[in-house]
T-cell receptor, first 116, second 117 residues
Framework: ELKVEQNPLFLSMQEGKNYTIYCNYSTTSDRLYWYRQDPGKSLESLFVLLSNGAVKQEGRLMASLDTKARLSTLHITAAVHDLSATYFCAVDPAMNYGGSQGNLIFGKGTKLSVKP | ETGVTQSPTHLIKTRGQQVTLRCSSQSGHNTVSWYQQALGQGPQFIFQYYREEENGRGNFPPRFSGLQFPNYSSELNVNALELDDSALYLC????????????????FGPGTRLTVL
């Protein structure tokens, strides 16, 4: 069974601090996605990582992908309250694992709360 | 450019009933995927339609069925509703199948919140 595991599942941070969310996956894949979801809202695409060693940054968020370790990280720098949301990583499984082409397998999400 | 839209926003049904959810893909997108998101969980893939044909299906029973129209809008039908079907249903569109036709990401709609009593 293909699995995507995120940790931590809950994260309470103080403004100004740094932290990292981890995403481990059990299948061969070189395509990984990070999404943000606000309460009651849909998913907003943050990053698309398409190769080993890919690193992308947007504002206070930076995502990286290590396909050999089957690990992606989402690093938060100097957190602010506006970053409070649930963050999901999702993996596009390789065809030889029987995954349907183009479907995504999501982790359970990391609920981030940034407090003043 | 119009984004992905879904209707209705909220829906309440009772066990055993049938429901149809609708999705209009983003302009120019020919691929639509449907996901079910239970409370506190990540989205789970239901199925995908590419150019009006089902392209893949997740681990959902046959009472979950779908359709894609020539304008690439899509419907999700669920028969014989069960309490566990209560969830947020998300549709996502892309120009082509991720990883195969040059599409790099899916764009999600706002979702339909289905409550089954």
């Amino acid at each position: 069974e293909l699995k995507v595991e995120q940790n931590p599942l809950f994260l309470s941070m103080q403004e100004g601090k740094n932290y990292t969310i981890y995403c481990n996956y059990s299948t061969t894949s070189d395509r990984l996605y990070w999404y943000r979801q606000d309460p009651g809202k849909s998913l907003e695409s943050l990053f698309v990582l398409l190769s080993n060693g890919a690193v992308k940054q947007e504002g206070r968020l930076m995502a990286s992908l290590d396909t050999k370790a089957r690990l992606s990280t989402l690093h938060i720098t100097a957190a602010v309250h506006d970053l409070s949301a649930t963050y999901f990583c999702a993996v596009d499984p390789a065809m030889n694992y029987g995954g349907s082409q183009g479907n995504l397998i999501f982790g359970k999400g990391t609920k981030l709360s940034v407090k003043p | 450019e119009t984004g992905v839209t879904q209707s209705p926003t909220h829906l309440i049904k009772t066990r055993g009933q049938q429901v149809t959810l609708r999705c209009s893909s983003q302009s120019g997108h020919n691929t639509v995927s449907w996901y079910q998101q239970a409370l506190g969980q990540g989205p789970q893939f239901i199925f995908q339609y590419y150019r009006e044909e089902e392209n893949g299906r997740g681990n959902f029973p046959p009472r979950f069925s779908g359709l894609q129209f020539p304008n690439y809008s899509s419907e999700l039908n669920v028969n014989a509703l069960e309490l566990d079907d209560s969830a947020l249903y998300l549709c996502a569109s892309s120009f082509g199948i991720l990883g195969l036709a040059g599409a790099d990401t899916q764009y999600f709609g706002p979702g339909t919140r289905l409550t089954v009593l």
